[in-house]
């Protein structure tokens, strides 16, 4: 096996271990990975999303995106808003109660997320983002950034 190959397959190894790491604490809070992912972007972005950009943003399906805002919906989590910008797309926000559920899921995470970053010095950090970005955009121009789902 080349020295690159076997790079490639740690750094495939090591992402693989992050999705697992999102996925067993989506699911330690009744929920599925892309409902994380989902109500991540829906936290983060209070001004609301439509359903279309939230499938673009998560690399999910219209219906993998639409059957979560259906459930969120139903759980009064979420509701929808007219989009000024095009009436046919209405935007997609967390209610009062949303932000409460959401923000007991996301929040001890991104205290986690942080406390695990702030093991590197800024130098260290600023370096790791602007890889992982690089590499991101470089597989992504590579092997196309279509819905996974």
Known sequence: MTELRQRSKDLARIFDQQVGLYEGYARRQSLNGKCLSILMWLYYNPGGMTQNLVSKKTYSSKQVVNA?????????????????AD?????????????????????????????????????EQEQLLDLFGRYGQALTEIIGGGTND
Do not use: C
Not at 68 to 82: A, N, Q, R, S, W
Not at 96 to 121: M, N
């Open 68 to 84: 979560t805002i259906k459930k969120f919906l139903d759980k009064g989590y979420v509701f929808f808003e007219e989009n000024p």
């Open 87 to 123: 009436k046919r797309h209405k935007k997609v926000k967390l209610t009062e109660a949303g932000r409460v559920y959401a923000s007991r899921i996301l929040d001890p995470l991104e205290e986690a997320e942080k406390t695990a970053l702030s093991q590197f010095s800024l130098e």
